[in-house]
């Protein structure tokens, strides 16, 4: 694309040493759908990447939405409001942040600006637990807020809206609306607001992701089952299956993972060229 | 709101800036700055059993400087970094540049299959590596069977870090793959052309021209390996319920910071050991990123 005037001839040495990878990057993902389509008993006599003799996968589909009294149909609508309400916020707040730092000269600018970037190498996981302390003090734990609320906070999508926002809005259109008489807030919504989207589209795919997958935080924060999001309810069905005198439900987690992944699978297949460009404005500045 | 007209333009444009930025700074105070400040707080105390809650001033730093439990995942997460991190981000690094190349058949879809597994949950990397390391229904217990011996034994006290490790790359790969990839589109055509004028081969060109234009990605990439591993938690928290006797409470700072808070409630040295931490995972990664930006001078 970029380098065209010479089309490099393709190698098959490469392209085997690549397949290689790729082989690696997806045969779990292969043994994990092979599985979900075999009763538990047959789980550990049939060969892994090949389907068993009886096709049980919505056997197991049904068990899994039918489990405990329907739980996990209610943990997945938990981890939707999380994502909806945790990482709806983060992008929201990010743009509108983002904005503000990249097109306004305001007295303290310099000093939000070096916070947020000192903020940007202070990992999730490492809060975590200063979270907890302070929010069991509150008496916040145990409930949605405690894990929207941190979810809310997104130091480094807040940096890409920066990024993004200096380059697609040129300032002289916002003098131009100023000279109109249009108020700062009106002029977001009808003329920034559009040329922001690709990059709200980024960041809002960076916190959805990151608050499907977290683990840490709602792992530390909740303690009642009806309040899980996904990924610590399987971990869950996991930990019983492992406990002493438990029956194992392996079949019920191996089913229960890929129903999990398949929506955040497809969303990141539908809009993955975003990715690139964000990780390109990200890495330009840095 | 400031009302429009009634004030000089500066000062109604100032205050728009601020009302934009405020939303954020609202829940960043309440979310971020205030937790690490009632952190350095609890610190600073102590639940004595004659007095209650005391004043002890940097003892519980002392205490954790000296404790074995938290050098020894301190110690093993040093481990980890030194040895997976360079395999992950040469790994990494080699998929970048043969994508790029432009001498694959398939790129597209090896660019997307190797990052995949960036979506799929930690939960389910872990599980799912975990019951295929297992004996019982897993892939190591079928390829053990297959060769007759114990050819892979990935939960025992030598192999379980580097399982571990192979999760870790396993999810990660394809994510580092593609910021360094992002950073090679950004290379200027001409660049190429100039090297080809000058006859360099596939080698000199990686070397000249693609290797230092990678130089700022792969220090974000870094950095970013290094707070993950200074972070672990997720994989051995949770390859814990199937191998307890090989991972302990303690078995990386972030595990133990965890089960002080929660199951061992010692509220006071849990705050101190995530914020030792939080500094020294700060500390290396703004080292790396002044070396990184030095060589460029």
């Known amino acids: 694309m970029a380098h065209s005037f010479a089309r490099p001839r393709r190698s098959v040495i490469l392209t085997i040493l690549m397949a290689g990878l790729v082989a690696y990057s997806l045969f779990p993902l292969w043994w994990l759908l092979m599985s979900a389509t075999k009763p538990q008993d047959l789980l550990g006599d049939s060969f892994g990447l090949l389907p068993a003799g009886e096709f049980a996968l919505f056997a197991n589909i049904t068990e899994v939405l039918t489990h405990q009294d329907g739980i996990f149909v209610r943990w997945f609508g938990n981890t939707v409001v999380y994502v909806l309400a945790g990482a709806g916020g983060a992008t929201l707040f990010a743009a509108l942040g983002g904005y503000g730092l990249a097109k306004y000269r305001f007295r303290g600018r310099n000093a939000v600006f070096a916070t947020v970037l000192g903020a940007v190498a202070v990992p999730g996981a490492a809060l975590a637990v200063p979270t907890f302390l302070m929010f069991s003090e509150l008496g916040l734990t145990n409930t949605m807020w405690s894990v929207i609320l941190p979810t809310m906070v997104s130091p480094f999508g807040l940096y890409l809206m920066w990024v993004f926002a200096s380059e697609a809005i040129p300032t002289e259109l916002l003098e131009a609306a100023r000279v109109d008489g249009a108020g700062e807030w009106r002029t977001f919504f009808t003329i920034s607001l559009r040329l922001l989207a690709p990059g709200i589209v980024t960041v809002a795919l960076f916190v959805i992701v990151a608050t499907w997958n977290n683990y840490f935080l709602p792992l530390i924060m909740l303690s009642d089952k009806n309040l899980f999001p996904l990924a610590i309810g399987l971990a869950s069905w996991n930990a019983d299956a492992t406990g002493v005198g438990a029956t194992p439900v392996f079949h019920l987690v191996i089913t229960g993972a890929v129903l999990t992944i398949l929506p955040i699978v497809a969303v990141f297949l539908l809009l993955q060229r975003y990715w690139q460009s964000g990780l390109s404005a990200g890495g330009v500045k840095g | ?129 975990g019951f295929m390391y297992g004996e019982r229904i897993g892939m190591v217990g079928w390829l053990n069977d297959a060769a007759g011996s114990q050819v892979l034994a990935p939960f025992t006290k030598e192999w379980i870090l580097v399982a571990i490790g192979n999760i870790v790359t396993w999810e990660f790969v394809g994510y580092n793959m593609l910021i360094l990839y992002a950073a090679l589109r950004t290379v200027p055509g001409e660049l190429y052309e100039a090297a080809a004028l000058d006859g360099a081969n596939q080698w000199r060109v990686i070397r000249a021209v693609k290797l230092p234009a990678l130089r700022g990605a792969l220090i974000i990439a870094t950095i970013f390996s290094i707070i993950g591993s200074f972070q672990l938690f997720n994989e051995p928290s949770i390859l814990q319920s199937l191998a307890p006797t090989l991972i302990s409470s303690s078995y990386t700072p972030n595990m133990y910071a965890y089960n002080l808070s929660f199951t061992g409630r010692q509220i006071n040295y849990a705050a101190t050991v995530a914020i030792i931490m939080g500094v020294l995972t700060a500390v290396i990664a703004y080292v790396v990123q002044l070396r990184g930006t030095r060589r460029e001078d």
């Open chain 2, 1 to 129: 709101m400031p009302v429009p007209g009634r004030r000089p333009p500066s000062l109604r444009v100032s205050a728009a800036g601020w009302s934009f930025v405020a939303p954020f700074l609202a829940v960043f105070a309440f979310a971020f700055i205030a937790p690490v400040i009632y952190s350095l707080y609890l610190s600073l105390f102590r639940d004595q059993l004659m007095g209650g809650n005391q004043f002890v001033g940097f003892a519980n730093y002392t205490a954790a400087f000296t404790d074995p439990k938290f050098w020894d995942g301190a110690g093993r997460v040093l481990l980890f970094l030194a040895v997976q991190v360079p395999i992950m981000l040469f790994v990494a690094l080699a998929a970048a540049l043969a994508i790029d190349s432009g001498r694959l058949f398939g790129k597209r879809f090896t660019r997307i299959a190797l990052f995949v597994p960036y979506a799929v949950p930690g939960v389910v990397a872990v599980l799912m590596w």
